[in-house]
Each structure stands twice: as C-alpha cells, then as structure tokens.
C-alpha cells in the first residue's frame, strides 16, 4: 500500500528551530534528553503496547494494567533510574493504575502529615513498594464536604488504639484509585473522637490485605465499584470501595506531624501550623495543571496533524481540494487550543516555583501568602481541567467522524481525562473558593493589608476602576501592557460588582448564594488573567532559538484575545473597552490565525510525542492516516470471522423468515 508522508511540506515551512522549542516545552535541555530518552524506552518495549486496550474485557485490561506496572517496576530497577527518570517512564507507559496513587497521593500524605519518626517507618517501605497504598477520603454520601465525611476512629485509652468505623451505608469509603484490588494500605480520613469528643477530620495509615496472601483482614470489606465511562480509559484503575467494621489499629497510625492523641486520650496540638498541610495541596494541584497542559497538547496535536492531511472541498480545475486545516473556521476553533496548551505549559511552570515558596516560606511560619496561593492553585485547577477537558471533545469534533473512532485516541484520551474535572475539588466549588478568596480581598482594600501575589494588582484599584483602553488600530492589541490592563480591569471590576450586590443582601451568606453563578464568572475572570500575565512574563524573557520567541508571541495573544472574544460581554459591561476595539482584536486575532498557520505543524512537534505515546492514528507523525486506518480496521475482533457468529442463530432465521413464533 502506498505510504506518502503528507506533512513533509509542513515541517519545511516553519518559522522557528522546532529543537530550540522542544527545550522550551521540555523546560530545559536536560528534562528533554530525559524525556526523550523514557518516551523511546517505553515505546521500543512490546509489553507495554496500547493499541488493543479498548477492545479488552475489563478483566483483562485490568491485568494486563498490573503486568506492565510490574513490567515498569521491575524496569526502573534494573536500569537504576532516578526518581526523575522514573516518573518520566511512567507517564509514557500512559495508563492509569495503582501506581499513579502510591506515588502521587500516598507517599505525598505522609511526607506531608507524617512526623519524622512516622516518615522513616513508612516511606523506606512505600519507595520499595514493600507496601502499597492509596489515599482513601471521599465517601459514598461525601466528596467536596470533607468535614461531612462519616468514617470514625475512636480512641481507645485502654488498649492505646484507635477503632476506625463505618457507621453508615454513606459512609463507606467510593472512589479511590488503587483501592479495589491492590493497595495494601491506605491513607484513611475519619473523624477523630477521643474523650467523648468529635474533632474533626483526620488522618490515618490503615493496613487493608495481608502482605502474605493479599486476602482483606479482619473487619474490612473492600472491592471494585465498577466499570466506568469509556472503552479502555480510566477502567484501567481499581477505583474501590471500603467499609470498616471496629478496625483497630495503633495510635501511632495517626498522622500526627500537626496534632496527635496521647495515651491517655488527650487531643494536643503540635508545634507545626497546621497550614503546613496546605503545602502537599499546592503541589498537587500543581501537577494536575501540568497534566493539563499534557493531555491538551496531545489532543491537539492529534488534530492539527489530521487536519492537515485531510483534504475536503474546493477543488478547482481538477487540483487538490482545500486542506481542512486552512478553513478559517477550523482554525478559529483548534488554535486557540493550541495556545491553550503551551498557555497551561508555562503557567504550570510558574506553579512549581509557586510550590517551593509556599514551602519555604511555610518552613520559616511565614503564612502571609498562604491564603492567595491556596485560591490561585484552586482556580487554576478548575479553569485549566476544565478548558482541557471541552478541548480534547472539541478536538474529536474537529477530526471530523474519523475522530470517534477509538483508533483516533481523543475518545479514550477524554474518556481518561473527564474525572479531573471532578477530584481533587469539583470544578465549581473550587471556583466558589477562590470568589470568597476574592470578594474578602475587595472587603480588606484601604484597611492597609496589601493584596499579594496574583490579587497584587488590587493595588492600583482606583486606576483600574476608571481606565479606558486606549485600542484605536488593531495592531495596538499587540502591546503587553493593553492586554494587561483590559484582563485587570474586567477581573477587578466583575469582582467589585459582586461585592457590592452581596452587602446588599440581609447577610454575606445569602448574599453569596444568590450571586453565586455571577461569582464563578468573576473567579474564572481572575484566573484567566493569572494564565495570560503568566504567558507574557515567559515570552518577555530571553529566549534561545530562531524565530522561537516571535511563535511563541503569536501564540500569546492568540490566548488572550480569543479569550477577550469569548468573553466579550464581560469586557463591554465592564466597560474595560468598546465595541470597536472588540472589533479590532477580533480583526488582529484573525491576522494572527494567518501567521500561526505555517507553523501549525511545527508546534506541535515540538511536543516531542512519540507515536506510541500519542496512540492515535490519525495523529501519526508521518501523516499517513488512511492506510494506518484501513490496517486499524481488521484488527477488530470482529473480523476475526468472515461469517459473525451469530449468524446461524439470529441472521439466517431472519433472513429465511424461519422463525419459532411462540403461542401464548
């Protein structure tokens, strides 16, 4: 079959050094050859091969998920990787397991709750995966209302044990990740109860199956919850349900790095703030808006290459009919989803260095900055999870019926993504954080408590309450400092109007409740102006690589003002610009589509996403779709037989008009 690389002619016609731009991906030269280096390890090893994995049974997907995690395990050994290292191999094995909870909420929990003593018994037994465990506190009746959270641990002084409890059918422990089948502890939240008293939520180290023969120990009934959304995906993961019937477990089973229980029941708190917890949130969220940044990247490289070898309409005098990719409106809807990714890319970025001032400044009890961090990683979460997860659908959309295709990859790419949505905080709660974050800001300007870090710019209220945009030619809208001031203005204005109709209310509460969808708006505002000041702090610094900081400009401003097109209304009641100059960014938004457009390709490389990582075959690197797709096609496992074989049951009866018809 002949195979023509249709996206030759792409590569030559780019603007910029695509290996500079890979470093600039990557974040430095080092994390690239890194990631390179894991990305082709995993994709030369047949063990962990994916094509199939949506046209597995759950029982077979499941193991199969256990052997190449084991297959990892047993690699990371032999070759000695580093903790770096490591976790670059499995990102590329790109399957969601036990493994993901182990090291990116269990291990955290403890470093971050434990105490010195707690941290040296259990992390030499978890980095050796002695032990393995997850991180279990939603419940069945309880998920964002952690302090509604039902499971109890009653201390018991004669016996210097807690008694950890299901009282409730609600309160058995749903959903986490690495429960069902494999975790042989867990990181547990109860509600500690000592002396008589509820103290509230916290935490607890549970072992859960015996290390000899892996069967669930006295007084613990654990399982699966069951098959979830999509082919393949997420079912990869045993998301578990736990119930406790009067477990005993040791006191010093309780995190105790911020309070603990003596041994004659008294609660105490310790010496550490208790805001120190916040820290392992921070990072965290962090990492969810890097795997933001990753699966919408993914998606859109899917997209940007398939629509380039995809050819519909406009044939003239017997030519080659139009690539999809130049239509004008299949560009206004993909690359400001390209700008999207590297946008989340480097604000993800700037959250890692977030992470490790809060930490620092944690360890020397300065709390100053912990409130703004605590609402901005919030926000960022929701809008960036959010954005990724409308992205990848739209990216399916913009493939065209090719695109539903499970050999496309975008529906289980969204099938496995969807869920971020909804852990580690739903969406909208947390955009409800951050807007209490933001009115109590409003409430605190001229009481002489300095709005920092992201919220510094209610510093210059005054100025921002009465600016004008001074657009009067569409190329104006590339000038930083305009498109600073319009996001300023209209997230500081939108923020002040709800403030002012929640003092009207009979009570902030009420008030709150009622203004909440306008508060959400407010919040998502802020937010997208920390992702936009973030981009233009990245593309004003120095930046190696031919033509790689012009592309990356580009990309900038396609981000901020297919955001300020969206979100015109906002922008025109606030009165932060006029219709005309609405006009005008929407005119230099279209100019910017037409600069980006030869460089499509070329970005998306920079990407550096093997094809084995990006498991699609629409997105292949070579561009040759259709007869990966026509090849695809016979893989099924319905074309194992020529004749299916029901035919002799169901077909032929039908087909004859043979048929048994019963007498009632």
């Known amino acids: 079959m002949e195979r023509v690389d249709q996206l030759a002619h792409e590569r030559r016609s780019a603007q910029f050094d695509v290996e ?6 990557a ?128 201390f018991d002084p004669k016996s210097d044990e807690f008694v950890i409890h299901s009282p409730t059918l609600t309160s058995s422990k749903w959903w986490p990740g690495g429960l069902g089948k494999v975790s042989t502890h867990a990181v547990i939240y109860a509600r500690l109860i000592t002396d008589g008293r509820d103290y509230g939520v916290h935490g607890f180290i549970v072992q859960l199956r015996s290390l000899d023969d892996h069967s669930p120990l ?33 006191r010093d089973q309780m995190l105790m790095r911020v309070s603990q229980v003596t041994k004659d029941g008294k609660y105490l708190k310790s010496d550490v703030p208790r805001q ?33 070898v995809r050819r519909q309409f406009g044939a003239q005098d017997g030519g080659a009919e139009l690539q999809v990719i130049d239509y004008k409106t299949q560009q206004s809807r993909l690359f ?60 399916r959309k913009l493939c065209g019926g090719h695109g539903y ?58 100025h921002l309450m009465q600016c004008t945009c001074d657009v009067q030619r ?21 923020a002040i109007a709800c403030a002012k109709n929640i003092s009207m209310a009979q009570s902030p509460e009420e008030g709150f409740a009622a203004l909440s969808a306008d508060l959400v708006e407010a919040a998502v505002a802020h937010c997208q102006l920390i992702i936009v000041s973030k981009f233009i702090d990245k593309v004003q610094q120095d930046i190696e690589g031919q033509g790689v900081k012009e592309q990356l400009q580009i990309l900038c401003y396609i981000y901020a003002l297919s955001l300020l097109h969206k979100h015109l209304g906002d922008f025109l009641t606030t009165g932060c610009i006029n219709p005309k100059q609405g006009a005008l960014a929407n005119d230099q938004l279209r100019s910017l589509y037409s600069q980006l457009r030869p460089n499509a390709v070329a970005l998306v490389d920079a990407f550096n996403y093997t094809d084995h990582y990006l498991g699609s075959v629409l997105g292949r690197y070579d561009g040759n779709v259709y007869p990966t797709l026509y090849e695809a096609a016979w893989k099924e496992p319905l074309n194992d037989t020529v004749v299916p074989d029901g035919y002799h049951d169901y077909i032929r009866p039908v087909l004859q008009q043979k048929f048994r018809i019963s007498r009632l």
């Open 218 to 250: 006295p007084g613990i009934t654990v399982g699966d919850i069951g098959t979830k959304f999509g082919n393949g995906a997420y079912n990869s993961m045993d998301n578990g349900v736990l119930r406790f019937d009067h477990v005993r477990i040791p």
């Open 27 to 154: 974040g430095s030269k080092r994390s690239l050859e890194i990631s390179d280096r894991m990305a082709r390890l995993v994709a030369s090893d047949p063990v962990f091969r994916k094509d199939n994995r949506t046209t597995l049974s759950r029982k077979d997907l499941f193991n199969n998920t256990l052997r190449k995690a084991a297959h990892a395990w047993k690699r990371i050994n032999e070759l000695r990787l580093t903790e770096e290292e490591a976790s670059k191999l499995r990102f590329y094995v790109d399957e969601p397991s036990y493994v993901d909870l182990h090291w990116g909420m269990f291990v955290p929990a403890i470093k971050g709750q434990g105490t010195e003593e707690q941290q040296k018994k259990w992390l030499p037994l978890a980095y050796k995966m002695q032990i393995i465990g997850c991180y279990a506190q939603t419940e069945l009746g309880h998920g964002s209302n952690v302090q509604g959270l039902e499971t109890t641990a009653t």
């Open 276 to 308: 120190l917890v916040y820290g392992t949130m921070v990072y965290v969220r962090q990492t969810i808006v890097a795997d933001a940044s990753n699966a919408l990247s993914r998606a859109v490289c899917i997209a940007v290459r398939y629509s380039t």
């Open 474 to 494: 569409a190329e104006d809208w590339l000038k930083p400092s305009v498109v600073l001031e319009a996001f300023e203005a209209r997230a500081i204005r939108m």
């Open 336 to 395: 400001p989803l390209l700008a999207s990714a590297y946008a989340f890319r480097f604000v993800g970025e700037w959250l890692k260095w977030l992470y490790t001032d809060v930490t620092q400044r944690l360890q020397a009890n300065d709390f100053s900055t912990l409130p703004e961090a605590h609402a901005c990683t919030a926000g960022l979460k929701s809008l960036t999870t959010s954005v990724t997860a409308d992205g990848i659908e739209e990216c």
């Open 20 to 25: 500079a731009m890979k470093v600039v991906w």
């Open 405 to 462: 295709l499970c050999s496309s990859g975008l529906p289980e790419l969204f099938a496995v993504y969807v869920p971020s949505c909804t852990y580690e905080g739903d969406n909208v709660v947390l955009m409800l954080q951050v807007a209490r974050f933001l009115v109590k800001t409003v409430s605190q300007l001229g009481s002489g408590k300095e709005p920092v870090g992201t919220t510094a710019y209610y510093q210059r209220v005054e």
